[in-house]
């Protein structure tokens, strides 16, 4: 493999794409509530909501795709891979940002509280995977959308394709 066709911007987009995929499963939801003789806090990790599966989708799309930009020689296919890239980069930036408003929705009205007796209040948050997730999907949102302004711009390599002679 040639240095010249690893591109730092398909690095970054790969990296905060795979980012963003472990944030949906390191707790974006969290409630604590009161039992005798202190606190208990549950975590629940990001497909616990429709906007935590979404981004699954998206983080594995923009680190499979920015993979796939360093490997691939084509042109053409190239170009197709960096804006399916910024795609699914978006996808991962906008169901994170979601995700900040649907906390009451994936906890519930009345969670399963274990140890509390009787009707019991509960307070719920965001966790750290739901920023981590979020900050990822900035990360690659901005590399991919400065990878096709350059690649568009003619800044970067475009390499011809080479044909086969006989």
């Known amino acids: 493999m040639r240095s010249e066709r690893i591109n730092f911007l398909a690095v970054v987009t790969a990296v905060a794409g795979l980012t963003g995929f472990i944030g949906v499963f390191a707790k974006w939801f969290s409630y604590s509530y009161p039992v005798e003789g202190g606190g208990i806090t549950l975590y629940l990790d990001g497909t616990w909501?429709?906007?935590?599966?979404?981004?699954v989708a998206?983080?594995?799309g923009a680190l499979m795709f920015g993979c796939a930009y360093i490997l691939l020689t084509d042109p053409a296919i190239r170009r197709i891979v960096a804006l399916v890239m910024?795609?699914?980069?978006?996808v991962?930036?906008?169901?994170?940002?979601i995700g900040f408003t649907r906390i009451d929705e994936a906890i519930g009205p009345s969670p399963f509280l274990p140890g509390a007796v009787g009707t019991t209040e509960f307070h719920a948050t965001v966790?750290?995977?739901?920023g981590i997730s979020f900050v990822s999907g900035i990360l690659a949102m901005m590399a991919s959308v400065l990878l096709v302004a350059r690649r568009e711009a003619g800044l970067e390599d475009v390499?011809?394709?080479?044909t086969a002679t006989v």
């Open 159 to 162: 390499e011809t394709p080479v």
């Open 58 to 60: 998206g983080g594995l």
């Open 92 to 97: 991962l930036v906008i169901s994170s940002a």
């Open 49 to 55: 909501d429709a906007t935590g599966a979404i981004a």
């Open 127 to 130: 966790a750290i995977g739901l």
């Open 86 to 90: 910024v795609i699914s980069s978006f």
